[in-house]
Every structure is written in C-alpha cells, then in structure tokens.
C-alpha cells in the first residue's frame, strides 16, 4: 500500500489556548480513575477516519498527530503533546471521525471508551467545562477550515444546492463547496468520479460514494448520522421535533437521568437555527446566532446522554394505549416511548402566488443564513413579515445588500415586533419599511426576477428585485398525529387549561387528574414551542416552557430504573424522584391508589418500607394495626388480583412530605405524597 504523501500542517487554529487546553496533572488522575493507561507505539493507529469514535486519549508522554488523509494526501491538523486531550463534539453523538489519529512518537496514554466520557462530564464540572469547550471549538475549526470528507459540486444558483448546503451547515458538518459556474478546472474532478454537469448538485461522500441531487435522508445516512442510535430500546422520552423547545426539553429530561430520543425530520433548530442574531435572549448581552445557539443546545443534550435522529421525523403515531406510545418514523421504523414531546413547531406560510413554488430556492427563502445573504450581497432584497424573525432578518441581510425592504399589511411594527429592533431598522439607512403593502405577482425564469407589490389599494408597482424572505404566519406541523390529541380550528394543539370537560370527554381522558399545563388530551403526550395553541412566538418562552414541563414529565415517569450505558452506572440504585401531582398529594386513597395503577403498567409490587426524613422504618401490617395515628396516615392501595399494601410511618405526628418505595424485580419506584390530619 502507497503511503500518504504528506501535505503539510493545516493554517494556525485560533483561540488555541481553549481549543487545544493543556491539562494538569491532577486532571489527569481524576481522567484516569475513569479509564486505563497504557503504551502506544509509533505508526498505531488510534482512531481511524470515517469509523466510529469509540474511545478517547489523553497523553501522558510521547505525540500523537492528528491528520485529516485526503486520497493520497494528508494534512497535520495538530500534534497532541502531553496534557493534550482528543475528541470533538462526534464523540459525544457516537458518530463517524473526521480525522486520523497516528502516534508519532511512542509514548503512554490514557484511554476511556465513549460510555466513560460521557459519565464524566456528567460528574465532574471542571473537566466538563474544558471538554465540551474544546469539543465545540474544535468542530468550528474544521468548518471553518472545510476540514471534511464530503465535497459538494453544484452551481449556488440552484435550489437543490441551497438545500444540501443549509443541511450541511446547520448540521455542524464540514465540507468543501465547488461551483461549476466560476471554478473552471472542475473537469479531472468530473473525470475521477464518473459524473457529468448535468448531474449536479453531486455530493461526493466520504471520497468514495457520489450522490446525485441527494435527499436530505440520503446524506444522513451516507455519513452515518443515525448509525449509533438503538431504534429498538423503548425510551422514556421522545421529542419530536428538534427546534428550540424540542431541544431544551431533551436537555431538561437528559439531565434528570431520563432515556431520551430526539427526531428530526430535517435539521436541528427549527425557524430559530436560521436567525442571524437573537439578542433578547437571557446571558448573551452581545447576542447570538440561531446557528450557533443550537449547536449549543444540541451538544448540551448529548452531554447529558440524549440520542438525536436527523432527517427522520415522526411519520404517524399509535394513540390506542395510554401507558406507552409507538411512533413510525419516516423510513417506515417504530419506536416506543413512555412519553412523547410534541415540538414539530410550524412553517412560515407560503404566499397564494400562483406561481411563487417555482422560486422557492432560487430567489425565494424562507431563513436568512450566511448562505442566503452571499447570494444577495450587493443587490435588493424584499423581507415580508412584521414579526421578530422578520426583523432580525432585515438587520442582518442589511450588512451585505445593496437595499432591505420590509413589507408588512399592518400600519407598522410596534404590535408584533420587539422594541429594539423596531430602533435598529429605524436607525438603518439601508432599511425601508412599507406599510400596507403585499406582493401581487412575481416573474422570471430560471430565477425570480421582478416582484409587483401594492400599497393600501393602490395599483401594481414592478420592482426588479431578485430576492424575497418570506417570515410571515405559521401553519402547524401536525398532520401526521391524525387525529391522536384535540386541535384548534387552526391545527394547533390544545394543552392544560385550554382543554375543555367536553374535549376531554371526547377524548375519553382516563385519569381523575385534569392534564397537566402543556400535557395534551392523551396522558404523556405534552406539546411545547409553536406547535401549542396560545403559545407567545418567542424563544425565550418556548425554553421556559420546557422547564416547567419537566416536573410534569417526571410524574408520569418516576420508574427508576438501572441502564446500561449513557455515561450512567448499571448499578441498582434509584435514579429518578419524581414527585406527584398537587392534587394527588391528599389523603384521598382511591386517587393515589389510581395513580400506582397508572405508574406501574399492570404489574404487581413487593412491600418496602417507607421514608420519611432520610429514615427507613419498617411497616408491618401488625405495626398498622396497632399505629396510634393510623387515621392520620395516607392508606395505599394496589389491588390488580395480587396485592393489598398498606404502609404507615411512626414520623413526626404522622404529618408532612413522605415517601414510598416498591419494587417489581429489577424496577424500583420511588412516590412522594403529602400525609395530612383527616
């Protein structure tokens, strides 16, 4: 086998210090407690590009290169020294690598397998910290570099090229772009891989497969998105739907311990990943892109052990039982879950131009991007919309065109826009705002070319404008429940409070409880984020949302039970405390003997002892019996046939938060209730 021909060192990385951070020794100890150490000699291949990353090295003495082969040659990203550390944010989601890693000079290691890793960043905040930190900066500077194994040939006046290039990007994932329209020494490329003009947009995958006009669904599978991903493992928690709701609620259940699947049926960050910049957005005074956010979000639930599914979204799902959920994804797969999340969001709604589909892509955008903004640099562009996404696309396109125009049907922006950006467009020169104005027509050929729009009645005005936004009005992603939870007249889903005693008869709600703040008309089934009927179109919101509907999530799930895996240990403790609803916290023994019934699937349950104030104390039947505050205590029941328990506590006067543990084989339940005087 030819060896690679060496290429050269890659330009200097930036931010160094935080990108590649020496560890000290102490550090070191503690990394070690987690793995093993053990020598490494010259020439071993450590980790090999496009396999799955299956273990992480710290060196201890001796270099590692880290080189990126490209055919016949390779480039030297970085040379790991002692205290340097491997691993990018692919560890972390279990994906392919992007680089080689060769040890140079022999030495000594430490090694962790995945599982370790992600245990530790769980539980040690120093070392998360520094981890998750360079793992971040590190794939910003193979992006930035276009350090991958995919190239994408395909002129950028086609849609079908904006299309891959939007999935690439806001999927973190580095590539190098050619346009056949201005590269003219494009033919050995076309040669070498046996694919002509007329094929393109191609995208040559991993040096070996090349895709034809690819779906999105053919490039994630092609780099192997989803390979790591157990389909077949019932999850305690689905969300569906990977926008900024669907994110916060898998870091919020991730970190309570709680098994979670993400699907995505096309990138992660809903409308919020395509904004230039949000900056009313709590901790980043300075602001921050929607891009950026979520790659945040998204390495933040990986963190904690959440799997993600990209370019496989919820194709229908089996309503007929209330203690599980089966969802078909697209590919035609089925995934159970205890718990499903609702964040689908909803899309910007098209306007009733006849003809306005045939530019979709190519003049008419429904994000502003860097990606868009290129193509517009220097020339007009029309954004339609009145709302905050709107606005943060007019101040952002603004730095690169030649002229904004906002048109909106309303009298101005001060009802639906926020405050500071009303100033920024208003102190923008480059900014035009027309009132009362909507687009009549559109025309051009292969691209939009003119735009005629009218204002307050008035007759047509043609306007030689090639590019239009448009950011208005929202049309819920909810087709594919068919029917499973109750909707408004207009699709979105109604939770909580808005579900009337009608609705909820109709939907024949099982449990005496009324459905939790955002839980839907199926018990377990919660919407958040623009999916929900009444919900406030901001960010912030939809994450505080999610917040909230964790302590209700944990209710419905307070099986604690041992994983495998997910950075969590195997052994047989509790990991969940899940604490009931208010209104089951009563000395009503029906409703928390229903809610036992509700929690445990038909399964039966042994005695334990209760727990009041960290103290076991045991509770035999004959300890009842004679418990002089026995009318004081709550009495559990579960009778399926095979068991009658009571539990009593001899606590303080029998009065205050308490706590019950039972046990069905290998699960354990830990329930709080409130013991209160009759």
Aim: net charge positive; glycine share 8%.
């Amino acid at each position: 086998m030819t060896a690679p021909i060496a290429a050269g060192p890659a330009r200097p990385i930036q931010n160094i210090e935080q990108t590649f951070p020496k560890l000290t020794s102490a550090q070191i100890a503690r990394i070690a407690t987690h793995g093993r150490k053990r020598r490494v000699e010259k020439g071993e291949v450590l980790i090999a590009v496009g396999k799955t990353i299956p273990l992480f090295f710290v060196v201890v003495e001796g270099t590692i290169d880290v080189v990126q082969p490209a055919g016949r040659t390779e480039t030297t990203v970085m040379v790991l020294s002692p205290g340097d550390f491997s691993g990018e944010v692919s560890i972390l989601s279990g994906r392919r690598s992007l680089i080689t890693l060769r040890v140079a000079t022999p030495g000594e290691v430490v090694e962790l397998d995945r599982e370790a890793l992600l245990q530790l960043v769980q539980t040690d905040a120093e070392l998360s910290e520094i981890f998750v930190r360079a793992f971040l900066l590190r794939r910003v500077a193979l992006i930035a570099e276009g350090m991958g194994d995919v190239i994408l040939v395909g002129s950028n006046h086609s849609s079908d090229t904006l299309r891959i290039k939007e999935f690439l990007t806001r999927n973190a994932y580095p590539y190098a772009a050619i346009d056949p329209d201005s590269d003219r020494d494009i033919q050995d490329l076309l040669d070498h891989f046996q694919f002509a003009i007329s094929d393109t947009p191609v995208l040559i995958c991993r040096g070996r497969t090349v895709l034809r006009n690819p779906t999105n669904h053919e490039i994630a599978d092609c780099l192997g998105f989803n390979e790591s991903v157990d389909q077949t493992q019932k999850r305690d928690v689905v969300v569906v739907g990977a926008g900024p709701s669907g994110l916060a609620s898998a870091v919020y259940a991730a970190s309570e311990g709680l098994d979670v699947l993400i699907l995505e049926s096309n990138v992660p960050g809903g409308q919020a990943g395509s904004s230039s910049r949000i900056e009313n957005y709590l901790g980043f005074p300075s602001g921050i892109s929607g891009a950026e956010l979520t790659a945040r979000a998204y390495t933040q639930a990986q963190k904690f052990g959440a799997d993600m599914m990209i370019a496989e979204g919820a194709a229908r799902i089996n309503c007929s039982q209330n203690k599980s959920y089966t969802i078909q994804i697209q590919s035609g797969d089925r995934i159970t879950a205890r718990t499903v999340i609702i964040a689908t969001g909803a899309n910007y709604r098209k306007l009733p131009l006849d003809n306005m589909a045939r530019f979709e892509g190519v003049g008419v955008y429904h994000g502003a991007s860097h990606i868009e903004s290129q193509l517009c640099k220097g020339e007009e562009v029309i954004v339609v919309g009145g709302g905050n996404s709107a606005g943060q696309a007019a101040v952002f396109l603004a730095q690169a065109a030649r002229k904004v125009h906002i048109l909106v049907r309303g009298r101005g922006l001060a009802e639906t826009m926020s405050r500071y950006l009303i100033r920024r467009i208003e102190e923008s020169p480059e900014i035009s705002l027309h009132p009362c104005t909507e687009i009549t027509a559109v025309e051009g050929d292969d691209h939009l070319e003119r735009v005629f729009w009218t204002t307050d009645g008035s007759a047509p005005e043609a306007h030689n404008i090639r590019h239009v936004f448009v950011m208005t009005g929202a049309e819920p992603c909810t087709k594919w429940l068919e029917g499973c939870v109750t909707m408004d007249s207009r699709g979105f889903i109604k939770t909580g409070p808005d579900l009337t005693r009608e609705e909820l008869a109709a939907a024949k709600w099982p449990l005496p409880r009324p459905p939790h703040l955002l839980e839907t008309s199926r018990p377990g089934v919660f919407a958040v984020g623009d999916v929900r009927a009444g919900n406030i179109k901001r960010f912030h919101s939809s994450t505080r949302r999610c917040r909230s509907k964790n302590g209700c999530i944990l209710s419905r799930l307070s099986r604690t039970t041992p994983r495998r895996g997910r950075g969590r240990t195997t052994s047989s403790r509790p990991v969940r405390d899940a604490r009931l609803p208010r209104a089951l916290r009563r000395t009503d023994s029906t409703h928390f003997a229903r809610q036992l019934e509700f929690h445990d699937a038909g399964r039966g349950w042994e005695n334990r002892p209760l727990e009041l104030g960290g103290v076991h104390r045991a509770a035999a039947p004959d300890d009842y019996e004679r418990h002089p505050l026995r009318d004081q205590v709550v009495q559990v029941r579960h009778d399926l046939g095979r068991h009658l328990d009571r539990h009593a506590s001899r606590g303080s006067r029998g009065e205050g938060n308490q706590a019950i543990t039972v046990r069905d084989g290998a699960e354990r339940w830990r329930l709080h209730y409130q013991c209160a005087a009759r």
